[in-house]
């Protein structure tokens, strides 16, 4: 199995909760508060039953004193949860970025001084209040390149944009709508989308001329765009080349060549660290744009102060969240990792990531653990390894995964990770074990088969087969590194494979645990060591959320095309849940949502998800209170 292959199913392994899906589809938000629409009552194909009470056996004879072998209660019959009335979640809203790096801009131009349009990340935005904030104009599927404005905009309220395979379009309301009009050049583009840039005669419209410069060809064009021929500037255009027009055009028809970037001598931010793409400006209003974002300037260049709102924050990718609230995330092509402190409305840039960019590594996996000095130690799941970092994210090493299966979850580290180097990984059905940090890795050989390892508040793991359930203590003593796997039989619905989409767990409390198995929901009320089913899912396409306070509501999650749904009844019947979601059609191509995570608060939790709204992405959050 390739490396690639293993990327694949570490998405649906050990990164699931990145992958989505829903349930079948109903009324679009936004939802009435007062009037819960009628709850919905899947039709399971069996009844569920109570697992039978064994007596637990152990492949080998533990070494641990004999109180720490335990005896598996008499199951008991689950009280039945009234129906679903009420959700337990707060209205969602969106997550902070002040500090997040913006889109990429590429081309900003003013069409009168308080007017401003701009290229981010393919798409055109326009601002009615020079540059302070944002609203989307115009996007396609190939990416727009550049822009060019009549001068008389304020009477004819014309620009045109040019994509990446020289397709021109034009709006003539200012950019409210827009037509494609011809393509420039069938030569430009191809495979891949081509930096192409437009120009303006400065007499448009009564001289109705424009031109476009691309890698190795000049056009240009003396009906407004309807058709173009091929000229020359007098140099050969490169992939930055610009053609900017003497002012008195016409009557000097001299063109100028502007090479990207140009910023001459204006003073920019010190905590700038790459370089500006281009810098334009209308008296003492300056715009910079940079890789990573837009900044504005009112006094001439002196100060400058972030200017990306209403524009769409870079893709966020929350990886996960410390034990300390702190957030972990990628954002957008930055080769960075961020990091937002619990509790924190600033995102804060840390060293980078390994193999210096993020190519690899969107959708990967990120585990937190939290040494005795109050450092975080991360490990990163890639598709190009494992890595290690000991400093809170800034600097990673590799993390020999040789003696492991090429098919494995992320590592799970113990709580003193930092001091002990100890962790374990579920690979192909086996749990192996390392003393050393990761150095090497040896296979636990009393578990077989098993097909989620979870990880308890109280410090214990346990390994979830079809026919058994496996336990690991922790001992405090130097036979730590001895310590027995137990093994107790169970019956997880007896399938014979376990479909990775249909399957969720959590250990709410230290003998709480939640598992949903094909649809199936199974409670451990001691531990892990017996289970009883108490529900059925009925959603077509999981996965499940299980409230991290699930002793106190009851509720599970799922999302489709619509939005995010909520059962407090172990999935029997169901509400909608998306109060405070943008008003949209979440089923159509502008609109999408999809749960990320679930995480415990002091009070109660938060769900967080990632919205597409009016083709942006931005992660929301909503918080339940749990008494």
């Known amino acids: 199995m390739t490396r690639t292959q293993h990327s694949v199913r570490i998405i649906l392994v050990g990164f699931v909760v990145l992958l989505s899906a829903g349930c079948v589809s109903r009324t679009p938000f936004p939802i009435p508060s007062h009037t819960p629409p009628p709850p919905y009552t899947p039709t399971p194909s069996h009844s569920p039953t109570s697992l039978p009470s064994h007596t637990p056996t152990s492949p080998h004879t533990p070494t641990s004193p004999p109180d720490h072998t335990p005896t598996p209660p008499a199951l008991h019959t689950p009280t039945p949860f009234p129906p679903t009335t009420a959700s337990p979640l707060g209205p969602w809203e969106p997550l902070p970025t002040e500090g997040l790096p913006g889109p990429w801009v590429s081309d900003i131009v003013f069409a009168t001084a308080g007017i401003v349009f701009a290229v981010a990340d393919g798409n055109v935005y326009r601002s009615d209040d020079g540059g302070a904030t944002w609203r989307e104009s115009f996007s396609i599927y190939r990416e727009i390149q550049s822009l060019a404005v009549s001068p008389d905009f304020a009477a004819d309220e014309t620009l045109f944009a040019v994509d990446g395979g020289s397709r021109l379009f034009r709006s003539t309301d200012g950019g409210e709508t827009w037509e494609e009009m011809t393509r420039i050049a069938a030569q430009i583009g191809g495979a891949s989308d081509e930096s192409v840039w437009l120009s303006i005669s400065p007499a448009f419209p009564s001289d109705p001329t424009l031109w476009a410069s691309a890698i190795g060809g000049a056009y240009r064009s003396t009906d407004g765009g309807l058709t173009w021929e ?140 939290i040494g005795a000095d109050g450092v975080s130690a991360l490990v990163l799941d890639t598709a190009d390894g494992l890595f290690l970092s000991r400093d809170g994210g800034v600097t990673w090493d590799r993390i020999p995964d040789t003696e492991l299966p090429v098919w494995y979850e992320l590592p799970l580290l113990a709580s003193d990770f930092a001091e002990s180097g100890l962790a374990h990984v579920l690979a192909d059905g086996t749990v192996y074990r390392s003393d050393d940090g990761g150095g090497s890795w040896a296979a636990v050989a009393e578990t077989s088969d098993v097909f989620r390892l979870v990880d308890t508040p109280d410090g214990r793991l346990i390994g979830l087969a079809l026919d058994a359930v496996y336990e690991w203590e922790p001992t405090r003593g130097p036979e730590a590194d001895q310590n027995p796997w137990v093994q107790y039989p169970a019956d997880f619905g007896r399938r014979t494979s376990v479909d990775l989409k249909m399957l969720s767990a959590r250990s709410v409390t230290d003998r709480m645990i939640v598992v949903i198995v094909g649809g199936d929901v199974y ?102 209170k749990v008494d």
């Open 523 to 624: 409670l451990s009320e001691d531990g892990g060591r017996a289970w009883t089913a108490i529900g059925e899912c009925d959603f077509d396409r999981p996965p499940y959320w299980i409230s991290p306070r699930f002793d106190a509501d009851r509720a599970i999650y799922a999302a489709d095309d619509t939005g995010p749904y909520v059962s407090t009844d172990a999935g029997r019947t169901w509400i909608e849940t998306g109060e405070g979601l943008p008003a949209c059609e979440y089923g159509g191509p502008d609109c999408g949502f999809e749960l990320l995570w679930a995480e415990r608060s002091e009070d109660g939790y938060d769900l967080y998800a990632l919205v597409r709204y009016d083709f942006h992405n931005r992660v929301w959050a909503a918080r339940a």
């Open 230 to 369: 091929p000229f020359d500037p007098g140099v050969v255009p490169t992939r930055g080349t610009r053609l900017v027009p003497n002012p008195d055009y016409p009557a000097d028809p001299t063109l100028d060549v502007l090479e990207y970037p140009s910023i001459e001598e204006a003073v920019l931010p010190e905590d700038l660290l790459y370089t500006p793409t281009l810098l334009v400006g209308s008296g003492e209003r300056l715009l910079l744009g940079t890789m990573y974002g837009l900044f504005r300037s009112t006094d001439n260049g002196e100060t400058w102060k972030e200017s990306n709102a209403g524009l769409p924050a870079t893709s966020v990718a929350p990886l996960t969240v410390a034990p300390d609230g702190t957030i972990y995330a990628l954002a957008g092509g930055d080769p960075r990792l961020f990091r937002l402190p619990g509790g924190g409305t600033r995102w804060e840039a840390l060293g980078p990531l390994p193999q210096g960019g993020p190519a690899s590594l969107w959708g990967v996996a990120l585990g937190v653990t």
